[in-house]
């Protein structure tokens, strides 16, 4: 059983991974006990015994409990109060991602398409024991918790920043494996936090999907959009500009960047890329459309496409330049929402190739949910102070000052 001292993980060597096959579920067991050791230190606000004017109760023993994950069952123990006031997500959060990784690999087992690999793991998990039956029960009480919160209120904040990305999963639709698009788009509350809005699986990005998605937002209460950053697809473009009426549109300018790399050879990228990062240093809209024109001549002779784009595409990279410098390296670019992508294929690779889109939808969503509850409880992203609360969005936010720094 777990010990309630919440040491944490050691320095073992890594021999011991291979030598003992317990070892993996016990630095587990250990690091979930400490994390829940944690939870109640933060909820009583004073350590076990701790003193001070601040502390918010008492404990009062432990509770035993035990949590079902791929490495084995833990056995851990709940800290309790005395008032009966602590409780904990983690397993909450925990479960519903296993739960939606697990049913995926079965679905697979199942259908017969699953790799050697995905079988073998797969059967240590669940045996080879289980119905259609059973994954279908497991899976429809997943998917209604999943939905629900996938459908919830979005109206008691206000989300000033928008931001949207992409990215693809191998599906297997009637007997076809299809890219799919994993829709998602975060946002920045009126608390300086963030959260994961919106989630969805499509065939493609387009237009029509992504004004369905923007829909299922304003319909939820969405409200206060000032700006919306994203990459340059057409049809993205399309349905920010219809749903978010009077909000300003910031081209991300990683992206941008990158498809301008793209456009020389490799012994000119670094050269290009110094430019660009003086363009995007600059402090103001004026200034960094000056830069902008500078580096367009300095091009123009040798490689004229890269000159008509710094002169042509570039302006929606300035949008930021509009609102509070201090929230200017935040918001030019979607790295944020990027990273989180990046992330999301890390723990979705196990799977590889998903058996249909329900399932795909139910982990991403799973994930999606387990990160936006982090952020929402988490610190603040950026501090909103600056921004009011009486402008229009989209309206010019006075002073043209800002110094940004190319990254990505």
Same mark, same amino acid.
């Given at each position: 059983?777990?010990?309630?001292?919440?040491?944490?993980?050691?320095?073992?060597?890594?021999?011991?991974?291979?030598?003992?096959?317990?070892? +993996?579920?016990?630095?587990?067991?250990?690091?979930?006990? =400490? /994390?829940?050791?944690?939870?109640?230190?933060?909820?009583?606000?004073?350590?076990?015994?701790?003193? &001070?004017?601040?502390?918010?109760?008492?404990?009062?023993?432990?509770?035993?409990?035990?949590?079902?994950? @791929?490495?084995?069952?833990?056995?851990?123990?709940?800290?309790? *109060?005395?008032?009966?006031?602590?409780? &904990?997500?983690?397993?909450?959060?925990?479960?519903?991602?296993?739960?939606? +990784?697990?049913?995926?690999?079965?679905?697979?087992?199942?259908?017969?398409?699953?790799?050697?690999?995905?079988?073998? /793991?797969?059967?240590?998990?669940?045996? &080879?024991?289980?119905?259609?039956?059973?994954?279908?029960?497991?899976?429809?009480?997943?998917?209604?918790?999943?939905?629900?919160?996938?459908?919830?209120?979005?109206?008691?904040?206000?989300?000033?920043?928008?931001?949207?990305?992409?990215?693809?999963?191998?599906?297997?639709?009637?007997?076809?494996?299809?890219?799919?698009?994993?829709?998602?788009?975060?946002?920045? @509350?009126?608390?300086?936090?963030?959260?994961?809005?919106?989630?969805?699986?499509?065939?493609?990005?387009?237009?029509?999907?992504?004004?369905?998605?923007?829909?299922? +937002?304003?319909?939820?209460?969405?409200?206060?959009?000032?700006?919306?950053?994203?990459?340059?697809?057409?049809?993205?473009?399309?349905?920010?500009?219809?749903?978010?009426?009077?909000?300003?549109?910031?081209?991300?300018?990683?992206?941008?960047?990158?498809?301008?790399?793209?456009?020389?050879?490799?012994?000119?990228?670094?050269?290009?890329?110094?430019?660009?990062?003086?363009?995007?240093?600059?402090?103001?809209?004026?200034?960094?459309?000056?830069?902008?024109? *500078? +580096?367009?001549?300095?091009?123009?002779?040798?490689?004229?496409?890269? =000159?008509?784009?710094?002169?042509?595409?570039?302006?929606?990279?300035?949008?930021?330049?509009?609102?509070?410098?201090?929230?200017?390296?935040?918001?030019?670019?979607?790295?944020?929402?990027?990273?989180?992508?990046?992330?999301?294929?890390?723990? &979705?690779?196990?799977?590889?190739?998903?058996?249909?889109?329900?399932?795909?939808?139910?982990?991403?969503?799973?994930?999606?949910?387990?990160?936006?509850?982090?952020?929402?409880?988490?610190?603040?992203?950026?501090?909103?102070?600056?921004?009011?609360?009486?402008?229009?969005?989209?309206?010019?936010?006075?002073?043209?000052?800002?110094?940004?720094?190319?990254?990505?």
């Amino acid at each position: 059983m777990a010990t309630s001292n919440g040491t944490g993980v050691q320095a073992v060597a890594p021999a011991a991974l291979t030598d003992d096959p317990e070892f +993996l579920r016990e630095i587990v067991e250990r690091t979930v006990q =400490a /994390i829940l050791e944690t939870e109640m230190t933060a909820h009583l606000g004073a350590d076990r015994y701790e003193r &001070t004017a601040g502390r918010k109760g008492q404990r009062n023993g432990y509770k035993p409990r035990t949590l079902h994950t @791929r490495v084995g069952t833990l056995t851990l123990l709940v800290p309790q *109060d005395r008032e009966s006031t602590f409780s &904990t997500q983690l397993f909450a959060r925990y479960q519903r991602n296993e739960k939606a +990784l697990v049913l995926a690999l079965m679905e697979m087992y199942l259908e017969g398409v699953s790799t050697r690999k995905v079988s073998e /793991i797969t059967e240590v998990l669940c045996g &080879t024991s289980f119905s259609k039956s059973l994954v279908s029960h497991l899976a429809g009480e997943l998917d209604t918790e999943l939905a629900a919160w996938r459908a919830r209120p979005l109206t008691d904040t206000t989300y000033p920043y928008l931001f949207v990305d992409a990215r693809y999963e191998h599906v297997r639709v009637d007997g076809r494996i299809v890219s799919q698009g994993v829709l998602v788009a975060s946002a920045l @509350r009126g608390d300086g936090r963030r959260e994961i809005v919106a989630v969805d699986v499509a065939d493609t990005e387009s237009e029509a999907t992504y004004q369905a998605l923007f829909r299922d +937002l304003k319909a939820r209460g969405l409200s206060g959009v000032r700006l919306v950053t994203s990459d340059d697809h057409a049809g993205l473009k399309a349905a920010i500009a219809r749903h978010f009426q009077g909000a300003g549109w910031q081209r991300c300018q990683v992206h941008y960047a990158r498809n301008l790399l793209g456009r020389v050879g490799a012994g000119k990228r670094k050269e290009l890329a110094g430019g660009l990062r003086q363009v995007f240093a600059a402090s103001t809209p004026t200034q960094a459309r000056a830069a902008c024109r *500078d +580096l367009a001549d300095a091009w123009r002779a040798t490689h004229p496409k890269v =000159a008509r784009s710094l002169e042509d595409e570039s302006e929606a990279c300035f949008a930021c330049l509009a609102f509070p410098l201090a929230h200017q390296a935040r918001i030019r670019t979607t790295n944020g929402l990027e990273r989180f992508n990046q992330e999301l294929k890390r723990r &979705t690779r196990v799977v590889r190739i998903f058996p249909n889109r329900a399932a795909c939808l139910r982990l991403v969503t799973a994930l999606c949910a387990e990160q936006s509850d982090e952020w929402v409880s988490g610190r603040r992203y950026l501090d909103l102070a600056e921004l009011g609360g009486e402008e229009t969005p989209g309206t010019m936010l006075g002073k043209e000052e800002g110094a940004m720094q190319l990254v990505g």
